[in-house]
């Protein structure tokens, strides 16, 4: 107390300038309307600049949850889609009534908890598992492209058979023409995946782009894959066409896994078939 009382003694003149300082600026504001706007203003630029910091700050710390409102939002417009018939006039309708619902395929959200990318045969691991109606053989996507297939399931767990595996062959064709052909990974880079088995009629370049085939029950057709970066040919054949991937394998987080509805009923009947 003592202390505080010798220092308003020895700076009792500086304190009583800065008190009728305040004290006029004070007054000139509340009596001029000029001078009272452009303080305001300045106020408000001050506040504003500051409030836009922390709501900046505040939408970093909350950019996970949007991320996965955002995957849950894709996933639910993709059943959306997936419930709309193309008549053969080209004209679209959405259909309504459930007694008549001809949705083919189902998308789950899940996230990617642990990715090997730098061995030969990888896999993933997803926060989702038997609980939440994830089974063997369903296709797993994200934004970008193709991940891989759901190889074993647990309750609240399953892993996915990467595509940079030495046993994952997808069908793939390409996207401006009818020609298919099997992606693999030959094990080399993370980056690229490769295609065989392309027909030696079909007319390959560099930029073009590689999608789904849709022969299998796994995944639709046209979902992206990458883009043809490098063709090798020998003997008039291709001898291999590497295929730059969309998808950063090395940094996956939200995906889609992707169920197929009428996947058993084709599957019975295929065999069915190959059986007799």
Do not use: C
Request: glycine share 6%; hydrophobic share 35%.
């Amino acid at each position: 107390m003592q202390h505080l009382i010798y220092f308003i003694r020895k700076y009792r003149y500086f304190l009583l300038f800065i008190l009728l300082e305040i004290l006029a600026f004070y007054l000139t504001i509340q009596h001029h309307s000029y001078h009272q706007s452009k303080f305001v203003n300045s106020a408000n630029f001050v506040t504003g600049g500051l409030y836009n910091k922390v709501s900046s700050i505040n939408e970093y710390f909350h950019l996970k949850t949007e991320n996965q409102l955002l995957n849950e939002e894709n996933a639910r417009l993709k059943n959306q889609l997936d419930r709309v018939q193309i008549i053969s006039n080209d004209s679209v309708y959405n259909v309504l009534d459930t007694t008549y619902n001809i949705q083919k395929y189902e998308y789950l959200v899940a996230k990617i908890i642990n990715n090997n990318y730098s061995k030969r045969n990888n896999y993933l691991t997803i926060n989702k598992g038997s609980d939440t109606n994830i089974s063997p053989e369903l296709g797993v996507i994200n934004s970008k492209g193709v991940i891989g297939v759901v190889k074993n399931v647990s309750s609240n767990f399953a892993t996915v058979l990467s595509i940079l595996n030495s046993n994952s062959k997808i069908n793939v064709r390409l996207k401006n023409s009818s020609h298919f052909g099997s992606l693999i990974w030959n094990g080399d880079d993370y980056a690229f995946v490769q295609i065989i088995d392309f027909p030696r009629q079909a007319k390959l370049k560099k930029g073009d782009t590689i999608i789904t085939g849709g022969k299998s029950a796994i995944f639709p057709e046209g979902i992206s894959i990458g883009t043809i970066e490098n063709i090798i040919i020998k003997n008039h054949q291709y001898h291999q066409i590497d295929v730059k991937l969309f998808n950063d394998m090395s940094s996956i987080g939200q995906v889609q896994i992707i169920k197929n509805l009428q996947k058993e009923e084709q599957k019975a009947l295929e065999e069915k078939s190959n059986n007799e």
